[in-house]
């Protein structure tokens, strides 16, 4: 049964989460797309807890995921993520702008699909976010939740 999954995204800036939305849906995904702006609340919506309690049963499809957020930063969330059953086999793009060789290295070490750095220039961001999207949410094969 393939269902159209939810893409999550994690990102703390206002103005990156609009280009990011905004790229998404001009690549003409028909996948809803949850914004929320820290770790605390993308594993609160992944494990279905506090204000993400009713959400929709089943994983999202995709975790777009920013490194440098404020209560949780993008490697625990992740490092938390593998560590949970139903999780592990979520899809995980690091979209950050850290081009510290240690958050690369970190992430890897953690699991991440891909590690794409934000393009400072706003067309090749827009143009990255969009080639993502349709990557992930229509070309990518992902199990069924298990």
């Not at 770790?39 to 929709?56: I, N, Q, T, W």
């Not at 510290?100 to 992430?107: G, K, M, N, P, V």
């Not at 590690?115 to 229509?138: N, R």
């Amino acid at each position: 049964m393939n269902t159209i999954r939810t893409i999550l995204l994690a990102e703390d800036s206002p103005a990156d989460a609009e280009m990011a939305i905004d790229a998404l849906r001009d690549a003409n995904l028909v996948n809803p797309i949850v914004h929320v702006e820290d770790g605390v609340e993308a594993l609160d919506y992944l494990l279905g807890r506090g204000k993400f309690s009713d959400r929709p049963e089943g994983n999202p499809g995709l975790l777009l995921l920013d490194i440098k957020m404020p209560r949780m930063d993008g490697l625990e969330v992740l490092q938390k993520m593998r560590e949970v059953e139903s999780l592990r086999r979520i899809p995980v793009v690091m979209l950050t702008s850290s081009r510290e060789e240690s958050d690369l290295a970190r992430s890897w070490d953690l699991g991440v699909n891909a590690y794409v750095v934000k393009p400072v220039d706003v067309d090749q961001f827009f143009a990255a976010v969009k080639a993502l999207g349709k990557f992930w949410a229509v070309f990518n094969e992902a199990p069924e939740d298990v």
